[in-house]
């Protein structure tokens, strides 16, 4: 809970910037991982510009971000709502990749970060694989898709219309064990 709730914290500081490889399992929530696939190209490639909204218990935070996706990898940039860069993050076929302001807690994890967008847009055979071996489950419709363990909810997004059209709209992504939200309003750009 603490370590998602700093994350969006410290997502409004800047300083120098460091490199890290990142694990390649994220902790979604209580006993439930998700590994992170081997890179494998996209549907289609994608260019999207994102303004998120994070919210846990009384703090509201906002950021920016610019995400790439091709055939080689996924490349995303964060940014202050100011439009300074907070880290940028790359996964492609050696893994992933954070490089981050100086400022940046340690405690920040770019597997979650990366886990939440696979989750959010990939497709479920992905997801599938992600959670493969453990007491979850994914379930999904048009507008919604969840993670769940033993009947209770863990993960949940809410797409405004049609996952299909994710990157073109709002979506709520709710952490029910770590207790945040997050609205990404997505749009892409040519």
């Not at 971000?65 to 100011?82: C, F, K, T, Y």
């Not at 439009?83 to 490089?99: E, K, M, Y």
């Not at 945040?180 to 750009?189: G, N, P, Q, V, Y």
Request: glycine share 6%; aromatic share 8%.
């Amino acid at each position: 809970m603490r370590l998602i709730s700093a994350v969006f914290l410290a997502l409004s500081l800047v300083a120098c910037a460091t490199d890290q490889p990142a694990k390649s399992t994220a902790s979604l929530g209580h006993d439930a991982q998700f590994h992170i696939p081997a890179w494998a190209p996209p549907e289609r490639p994608i260019e999207a510009l994102q303004r998120i909204t994070s919210r846990f218990q009384d703090d509201t935070l906002f950021m920016q971000a610019q995400i790439s996706v091709n055939e080689h990898r996924l490349l995303m940039v964060g940014l202050d709502p100011l439009g300074n860069r907070l880290f940028t993050i790359v996964w492609n076929a050696d893994g992933i990749t954070l490089s981050r302001q100086g400022w940046l807690p340690e405690s920040v994890d770019p597997t979650i970060i990366v886990a939440s967008i696979v989750f959010c847009y990939w497709p479920s055979h992905v997801i599938r694989s992600a959670i493969n071996g453990q007491s979850l489950d994914l379930d999904e419709g048009p507008e919604q898709r969840r993670l769940i363990r033993g009947g209770e909810t863990v993960l949940q997004v809410s797409y405004e219309t049609d996952r299909r059209h994710a990157w073109n709209e709002r979506i709520d992504l709710l952490n029910v064990s770590f207790g945040f939200r997050l609205t990404i309003d997505s749009r892409e750009i040519e």
